[in-house]
């Protein structure tokens, strides 16, 4: 069903609202007092109606099932203003409406002569898409990470693509970018890889500071983490500059991953998996309310895998358990405490030398299975911790302001060899070895306010806002020396040698603040959005070997700007301009720190959403550039 957010919740008060008599077509778009949108109903069982209403008019609509029943609606087709439509699509069904709350609209039966309705107890069957709930299907029609607020995608002038977790499933996706392997522009950084999220995105890598989850930058360093898709509720990739709302970033975007939350709806899910290369699975997804009114809910899930994989000796094994709880004591407050707890056991794959794999080699091909290193000394062990909340809440006048903060921890130790070049033979490679520890933490707050004002035919929703993150990350390396390796007829077993000090101690550490200013205009079928941050960043990195240390203080302005025209029939050509930066750790050949890189994009497109039609597509041209 395309709605189901709100299940389960009861209008109790009586509500009284006037009747309103059959109109024609003719007369409903003479009567249009607000803001047109495109509408395509078919005529259909009302109920069903009554829920295409409820997603194209973007209003929460209520309604008693046994008053629907039975009753059919008229078509609605064209451009209306959403009380003209809802009227003609009522039309000789004897049902009448009102509104209850600014976006709220309660359907019901007249019972009196004069045309005062009144309605007993009634079942809110639910609100249409929200940005961080489902995806009804594998078509996303809203999102936040364009904007930090719950916007239509249509109405962002940047391209924006969105997987759902129906659409994860459906391609049992085992990482991230197992998920986004259809994405336009998306390309993983290896073809096989087990160890961190790493993609390229319109040319561009984005690792560590363009990955976020709920909102936040969760990583210190690109081998933090893989997240575990199944704890997802929908994967969202942002094309093109991000660091107007989120700070330092890649000018080739940002993933945004969102996280299942919990519902008043139970849910209890049990799934048992097993497929090739002894793969053996268990997934488990539980919600549902925690007292009768539902002001408690939870989720809890798990992810419990034991596999090994295409590669000969590199396995993955991961044990995840993410719980989170729901305090929303009335419709205009909430918060939600969340927590993941990772362990994974796996190994780096480096991948086959070019002769033997891409080009031919004397000897033939390179068995793709083959593995490169000693079953006795590589691993890769990670063990991560997350905690952290979401605070919401509305004022009486509309005003609304909200916190997210999370924490994280990240273990990894790890012992890897890699390849160099072939012997004479062309068949015999050689290797070196290291083995290291690193250490990792990241806090990240974001709070911001969302407000509505009107100015005569302009409305503006303003979001301001001020960010904080602080990461950490040390590592200790040993280096070695390991014999080499026939890989047409491998012999494993050779002695690996660790130097008695180590290669590399070092640390970084970064904290970020951000204040960025926001402004989505609407102007009748016009959509204008305005955007501006100013960030401040210290950047310190210390060779603990050597005694050397360099401190910068990197500053940079971001701004963005974008239109679109919306039309009748689902049509949105856009235009924006955006900017990024991205500070750059380490130093020059004269000891100096590197300047942040910064990015500029012009982007032109159309974005189409067919009426009637479950689909969405965006056409889009772009200039890039990063200095």
């Known amino acids: 069903?395309?709605?189901?957010?709100?299940?389960?919740?009861?209008?109790?008060?009586?509500?009284?609202?006037?009747?309103?008599?059959?109109?024609?077509?003719?007369?409903?778009?003479?009567?249009?007092?607000?803001?047109?949108?495109?509408?395509?109903?078919?005529?259909?069982?009302?109920?069903?109606?009554?829920?295409?209403?409820?997603?194209?008019?973007?209003l929460q609509v209520a309604f008693r099932t046994d008053e629907v029943a039975g009753l059919t609606s008229r078509p609605v087709a064209g451009s209306y203003a959403p009380e003209a439509a809802l009227r003609l699509l009522l039309d000789g069904t004897g049902l009448t409406f009102s509104r209850s709350a600014e976006r709220t609209i309660t359907v019901g039966r007249s019972t009196s002569d004069?045309?005062?309705?009144?309605?007993?107890?009634?079942?809110?069957?639910?609100?249409?898409?929200?940005?961080?709930?489902?995806?009804?299907?594998?078509?996303?029609?809203?999102?936040?990470?364009?904007?930090?607020?719950?916007?239509?995608?249509?109405e962002v002038p940047q391209s924006i693509s969105v997987i759902g977790a129906e659409q994860i499933e459906r391609q049992n996706a085992r990482t991230v970018s197992d998920a986004l392997r259809y994405t336009p522009g998306i390309i993983q950084t290896q073809g096989f890889n087990r160890t961190n999220?790493?993609?390229?995105?319109?040319?561009?890598?984005?690792?560590?500071?363009?990955?976020?989850?709920?909102?936040?930058?969760?990583?210190?360093?690109?081998?933090?983490?893989?997240?575990?898709?199944?704890?997802?509720?929908?994967?969202?990739?942002?094309?093109?500059?991000?660091?107007?709302?989120?700070?330092?970033?890649?000018?080739?975007?940002?993933?945004?991953?969102?996280?299942?939350?919990?519902?008043?709806?139970?849910?209890?899910?049990?799934?048992?998996?097993?497929?090739?290369?002894?793969?053996?699975?268990?997934?488990?997804?539980?919600?549902?309310?925690?007292n009768e009114d539902g002001t408690l809910t939870y989720r809890v899930t798990a992810v419990a895998r034991d596999a090994e994989t295409m590669i000969d000796y590199i396995g993955d094994d991961k044990a995840v358990f993410a719980p989170s709880l729901t305090w929303q004591p009335d419709d205009a407050t909430s918060l939600t405490f969340r927590a993941n707890y990772t362990e994974?056991?796996?190994?780096?794959?480096?991948?086959?030398?070019?002769?033997?794999?891409?080009?031919?080699?004397?000897?033939?091909r390179i068995a793709r299975e083959r593995f490169i290193g000693e079953p006795g000394f590589n691993n890769w062990d990670r063990t991560a911790y997350n905690v952290g909340y979401a605070f919401e809440h509305e004022f009486d006048n509309g005003v609304s302001i909200s916190?997210?903060?999370?924490?994280?921890?990240?273990?990894?130790?790890?012992?890897?060899?890699?390849?160099?070049?072939?012997?004479?033979?062309?068949?015999?490679?050689?290797?070196?070895?290291?083995?290291?520890?690193?250490?990792?933490?990241?806090?990240?707050?974001?709070?911001?306010?969302?407000?509505?004002?009107?100015?005569g035919p302009v409305e503006h929703t303003l979001l301001g806002g001020l960010d904080y993150s602080q990461t950490s990350f040390s590592r200790i390396q040993y280096n070695g020396t390991v014999g080499a390796l026939d890989?047409?007829?491998?012999?494993?077993?050779?002695?690996?040698?660790?130097?008695?000090?180590?290669?590399?101690?070092?640390?970084?550490?970064?904290?970020?603040?951000?204040?960025?200013?926001?402004?989505?205009?609407?102007?009748?079928?016009?959509?204008?959005?305005?955007?501006?941050?100013?960030?401040?960043?210290?950047?310190?990195?210390?060779n603990h070997l050597t005694g050397v240390g360099t401190e910068e203080r990197p500053s940079a302005f971001t701004g963005r700007v974008g239109v679109v025209y919306l039309t009748p029939f689902g049509l949105a050509p856009y235009a924006s301009y955006a900017e990024s930066f991205q500070p750059q750790s380490g130093t020059n050949a004269a000891g100096l720190a590197f300047d942040p890189t910064t990015g500029t994009q012009y982007e032109a497109g159309v974005k189409y959403e067919p009426p009637g039609i479950d689909g969405s597509l965006t056409l889009a041209v772009y200039e890039l550039t990063r200095q």
């Open 487 to 542: 890989l047409y007829s491998p012999s494993y077993g050779g002695a690996v040698l660790l130097g008695a000090n180590p290669g590399t101690e070092s640390s970084q550490n970064q904290d970020q603040l951000g204040l960025y200013l926001q402004d989505q205009i609407a102007i009748g079928d016009l959509r204008v959005l305005l955007g501006g941050r100013q960030d401040w960043v210290a950047n310190k990195s210390d």
């Open 197 to 290: 999220d790493g993609f390229y995105s319109r040319g561009f890598q984005l690792n560590t500071d363009s990955i976020y989850q709920d909102g936040l930058r969760n990583q210190a360093n690109i081998f933090d983490t893989i997240t575990e898709p199944y704890l997802l509720e929908r994967i969202e990739v942002l094309h093109g500059p991000a660091s107007v709302l989120y700070g330092q970033a890649s000018p080739g975007g940002m993933v945004s991953m969102v996280s299942k939350q919990p519902t008043t709806e139970p849910i209890h899910e049990i799934q048992v998996q097993a497929g090739s290369y002894e793969h053996k699975q268990i997934n488990t997804d539980h919600a549902g309310r925690l």
């Open 1 to 58: 069903m395309a709605f189901g957010a709100l299940i389960g919740a009861t209008l109790i008060a009586p509500i009284a609202a006037r009747a309103d008599s059959g109109t024609s077509p003719q007369a409903i778009q003479q009567a249009q007092s607000e803001p047109a949108r495109a509408f395509d109903i078919a005529a259909q069982p009302l109920a069903d109606a009554l829920i295409a209403f409820n997603e194209q008019a973007d």
């Open 403 to 455: 916190q997210n903060l999370q924490f994280s921890t990240y273990d990894n130790d790890y012992a890897d060899i890699w390849f160099g070049s072939f012997q004479p033979d062309q068949r015999t490679i050689s290797r070196g070895a290291y083995a290291r520890t690193d250490e990792s933490s990241v806090l990240s707050v974001d709070t911001h306010v969302q407000g509505e004002i009107d100015t």
């Open 344 to 364: 994974t056991d796996t190994m780096y794959y480096y991948g086959l030398p070019f002769s033997g794999s891409v080009s031919d080699n004397p000897n033939g």
């Open 114 to 154: 004069e045309g005062t309705m009144q309605l007993g107890p009634i079942l809110v069957e639910g609100s249409g898409e929200r940005a961080t709930g489902p995806v009804d299907g594998y078509i996303a029609k809203r999102s936040a990470t364009g904007t930090k607020t719950d916007t239509p995608l249509i």
